[in-house]
């Protein structure tokens, strides 16, 4: 069926899906102020868009040889885009990966110009395959850790940018050992299966990023009420939670006192919002909330950790208690959330870390209350883990 394509009606067809799908997103980045993630994926989808057109006009005309070059460049940079912000969303340092984009589109464009006499319509490819397959890699692997490894929903687009990856390094390889004008070349790797591909790929991303961006959304407009009136239901901020785990963790170890770090979760809220609306994920969220500041143990300091958790420290006079008070925690926010209707039943995790198991380091209790809490979702014996490691 693909062989029944032609070159101008497949790039026609990719420019068409991709400027629709792009531009869908592109609109929605003007309309709503938006965070650095998703600017980013913004250029990303906005470099997908030029490189579709530009290769339209390549495909329209062979001899426009200034098109390969600009596609060629955007394809990678756009990709490159899409990498940044994903790193953004996991709030790391971006210096290195834009030294890495820049320097990978101007090897790409100076390789296409001086393979242009001898390459033709080919110029280039083997440096935008090369690049393409490592920063589409490195894309993917970045959807698997810190807070999109925690978001399932991302996962998605982690196997889109990994199947990218694998595809246009089997392209390379198969470029280099048969040529572009190889039968088994085009068929399966030739520029109507790229399209084809591409148009795929595109729509899937389009769909996980604006997931991901309206659950970042809601992450900000919750740590903005929890700025506001942490004083009144005594769930603090990120930060503020921190700073008062690490006093208090100090002052524990000084005097000999054993804590407890428990982590309430609710597994991918992104996914709430997708089937049932963002009203009914608005609600769960409301509920959960007051579910888990009702059940707090009296004495415990609590705050929000990442999207979909609140870390709580309180005392722990022994590796049982702790644990009756998650299962506290746990059977309330069960219940609670048992009651809404429309939205189908949360998964609810709560993860324990004691400092008698893994010491009295901050950023150690509460990673390690994290994993446990994200193991929960899963366990076959008990949604509330209790961590016997620093590994979780």
Known sequence: MLSELDLVTTAAMTALVVFVAGTVFLLETVLRRDEAAGGAWSLGF??????????????ADPTALWAVVAGNVTFVAGTGAMWVGCRLYNERRNGVALV???????????????????????????????????????????????????????????????????????????????????PTFQTWFGSVVVGMLTILLIVVAVIVTSVLRAGRAELRHQRALAGAEDAVTGILTAGRMRAALESLAARAMTRGTALAVIEVRLDDLAHIATAFGEEARREAIT??????????????????????????????????????????????????????????????????A??????????????????????????????VVVARSAEG
């Open 100 to 182: 890495i984009i820049a320097a990978l589109s101007i090897i790409t464009a100076i390789a296409t110009v001086v393979e242009a006499p001898t390459r033709g319509d080919w110029a280039g490819a083997a440096w935008t395959f090369a690049a393409l397959g490592v920063v589409a890699a490195t894309a993917g692997v970045e959807c698997f850790r810190g807070s999109l490894g925690r978001a399932r929903t991302a996962w998605v687009l982690g196997a889109v940018f990994l199947v990218e990856s694998v595809f246009f390094l089997l392209r390379l390889v198969a470029f280099l050992l048969l040529g572009p004008d190889d």
């Open 287 to 352: 509920v959960w909330r007051e579910a888990v500041r009702t059940h707090a143990p009296l004495f415990s300091v609590m705050g929000e950790d990442d999207e979909g958790g609140i870390a709580l420290v309180t005392t722990a006079s022994s590796p049982s208690a702790a644990r009756r008070e998650a299962m506290t925690l746990y059977r309330g926010s069960f219940d609670a959330l048992g009651q809404l209707s429309g939205v189908g039943l949360p998964v609810v995790g709560v993860g324990v």
């Open 46 to 59: 906005l470099g997908a868009i030029l490189t579709s057109l530009l290769y339209l006009a390549w495909a």
């Open 354 to 383: 004691l400092t008698e198991v893994v010491g009295y380091d901050a950023d150690t209790l509460l990673r390690v209350a994290r994993a446990s809490a994200v193991n929960g979702f899963s366990s076959a014996d008990s949604a």
